[in-house]
């Protein structure tokens, strides 16, 4: 199963989170701004470490960072 972290209003977010739904993947979606600080503050560190600076974040069990064409 995948964390997916993402954000209101974000289109490239909407289309993830169709396109894991559609190819039957499972995933848990949040969304950034919803989530305490501390862990905002987790994967805001996670995504940089990892050279990732855009949402969404497709998060596997390992705490890799993936892309869309990853994953699918």
Same mark, same amino acid.
Request: hydrophobic share 35%; proline share 3%; net charge negative.
């Given at each position: 199963?995948? +964390? +997916?972290?993402?954000? *209101? *209003?974000?289109?490239?977010? %909407?289309? /993830?989170?169709?396109?894991?739904?559609?190819?039957?993947?499972?995933?848990?979606?949040? %969304?950034?701004?919803? +989530? &305490? #600080?501390?862990? #905002?503050?987790?994967? $805001?560190?996670?995504?940089?470490?990892?050279?990732?600076?855009?949402? &969404?974040?497709? $998060?596997?069990?390992? *705490?890799?960072?993936? %892309?869309? #064409?990853? /994953? $699918?």
């Amino acid at each position: 199963m995948y +964390l +997916l972290i993402g954000k *209101n *209003n974000c289109s490239a977010c %909407t289309m /993830v989170k169709t396109v894991l739904k559609n190819k039957g993947i499972e995933f848990e979606y949040k %969304t950034l701004e919803d +989530l &305490p #600080q501390e862990e #905002q503050d987790k994967y $805001i560190n996670l995504a940089q470490e990892q050279s990732r600076v855009s949402l &969404p974040l497709i $998060i596997n069990d390992d *705490n890799k960072i993936l %892309t869309l #064409q990853e /994953v $699918i």
